[in-house]
């Protein structure tokens, strides 16, 4: 019982197979917090390089629709007039904001995950009406960090702008007596100074809720090992069934081998543990080939066909045992071996 439950158990990471299916449903490790805190930073930098630039055309735009509003009559199609074309010229100002900010956040998400495209997240699916379902995702470990996070932006936020203008009643209290253009350009500054100190804790918290995600895709990802089995199972085929063939490809290339061995010119032994056929033409070949070789049982086995085949066995300890190890079935022996095979080969052609 404990070993099966233990292979039903998430300890095992994710296999690169079970990502790749996630990353095509469009599960990600994401965080919206570090976009959010990106968009901005972005948009605070727009605004610190063209404030004053800024300003100059809101108070064009305010002057402007004051002398307009106070030169035509005032009806319905007038004020819907009015409207739209204040409406116009306050969306023009902020167009710099609009495309940092989409640029902001396409940027830090592509450099969260990539290009990702999934329609499955907006697929209609029955799991996502279920009440029970709903009511577990109300009262999950991921609600709860979301609840305490949002909860813990606001007090942040709302002690900064506290303390901030706790630190500027006494300027703030003499903006009556300031020009229009003087109070904007305060009410400017001061905001600029409560959203570059909101970044800056926003920035740390992003920081967190980043490595929050990914721990938390990381542990949803888990599999266990029963998964991982099957997986396998699927992908490379079942294990008896892959050890099954792997030894018949060894018992087919065994063979293939041992057919080679009449073909042989010589067969080198260790005298008793190694055996190694080669064979060389020299019309055809550039160099003798190893085409057998075996330890042990193999070894005998390569003798015997040899001795039946009437194949020369030369007894020669250390230069069996380097070609044993340096040299492959179907290899040439290398050229630091040939005065050596070159010997033992002019041994059994004079012989014949």
Not at 85 to 107: C, D, R, S, T, W
Request: hydrophobic residues 50%.
């Amino acid at each position: 019982m404990a070993e099966k439950r233990s292979d039903q158990e998430k300890t095992e990471k994710a296999t690169p197979k079970k990502r790749e299916e996630a990353r095509k449903k469009g599960q990600v490790a994401k965080s919206q917090e570090l976009a959010s805190v990106g968009v901005l930073s972005a948009c605070l930098v727009v605004f610190y390089f063209g404030s004053y630039d800024m300003l100059e055309k809101m108070l064009d735009i305010m002057r402007n629709s004051f002398v307009e509003s106070a030169q035509f009559n005032i009806d319905c199609n007038n004020i819907q007039y009015f409207l739209i074309g204040f409406a116009n010229k306050i969306f023009n100002l902020l167009i710099p904001f609009l495309l940092v900010a989409l640029f902001m956040a396409l940027f830090i998400n592509y450099l969260q995950v990539g290009f990702v495209f999934s329609a499955d997240p907006i697929q209609p699916k029955l799991s996502k009406i279920d009440p029970i379902n709903g009511f577990r995702r109300l009262f999950s470990i991921r609600s709860f960090v979301e609840l305490t996070k949002n909860i813990f932006k606001i007090l942040i936020i709302a002690l900064l702008i506290y303390i901030t203008i706790k630190e500027e009643i006494e300027n703030i209290i003499l903006l009556p007596d300031q020009s229009v253009g003087g109070i904007l350009v305060y009410i400017g500054k001061l905001a600029f100074k409560i959203v570059f100190r909101t970044c800056l804790l926003l920035i740390m918290l992003a920081i967190f809720d980043y490595l929050y995600q990914r721990w938390e895709f990381e542990k949803n990802l888990k599999m266990s090992r029963q998964e991982v089995k099957d997986e396998l199972k699927q992908t490379e085929g079942d294990p008896i069934i892959r050890a099954r063939i792997k030894r018949l490809q060894r018992e087919a290339a065994r063979k293939r081998m041992m057919a080679s061995v009449p073909k042989a010119d010589v067969v080198i032994t260790n005298p008793a543990h190694l055996a190694v056929a080669i064979h060389y033409d020299q019309s055809r070949m550039s160099a003798p080939k190893v085409v057998a070789k075996g330890m042990g049982y193999l070894a005998e086995r390569i003798r015997k066909i040899a001795t039946e085949n009437n194949v020369p066995i030369v007894e020669n300890k250390p230069l069996a045992q380097i070609l044993y190890k340096m040299v492959n079935v179907a290899e040439v022996i290398p050229a630091n071996l040939y005065k050596a095979v070159a010997e033992v080969l002019a041994f059994v052609y004079s012989m014949r």
